[in-house]
């Protein structure tokens, strides 16, 4: 049973910093390419970050500079780290895995952004 399970969501006050973590199972995780998308009140989900098998990584420009994404393959966990956050990063956050046509989510994790 394959399964995204995200963590580490919250509420944050702008400047601040949080991890989000997605723990993966039932898949051959090493060989997939993991990206963190997110869903802001009012808007369509977007990618975020990706990170292929092999370490490259992609940011969209939103967030390029205030984010990292890694992988640690032995745990099969995806991370999203978030600095200088902003109000406008309120959202939901979502993990995916994707491998030619296999495509799984998590379930999402809500990371508010608020004073």
């Known amino acids: 049973q394959v399964q995204l399970v995200e963590s580490g969501g919250g509420l944050v006050q702008p400047g601040g910093s949080l991890r989000l973590s997605c723990a993966a199972s039932?898949?051959?995780?090493?060989?997939?390419?993991m990206n963190w998308y997110r869903q802001c009140p009012g808007k369509e989900r977007e990618l975020v970050a990706t990170?292929?098998?092999?370490?490259?990584?992609d940011y969209t420009d939103s967030l390029k500079g205030r984010c990292t994404i890694s992988r640690d393959n032995a745990k099969n966990t995806v991370y999203l780290q978030m600095n200088s956050l902003k109000s406008e990063d309120t959202g939901v956050y979502y993990c995916?895995?994707?491998?030619?046509?296999?495509?799984?989510w998590g379930q999402g994790a809500q990371v508010t952004v608020s004073s």
């Open positions: 990170v292929v098998p092999g370490g490259i990584t």
């Open positions: 995916n895995a994707r491998f030619a046509r296999f495509d799984y």
């Open positions: 039932g898949f051959t995780f090493g060989s997939f390419i």
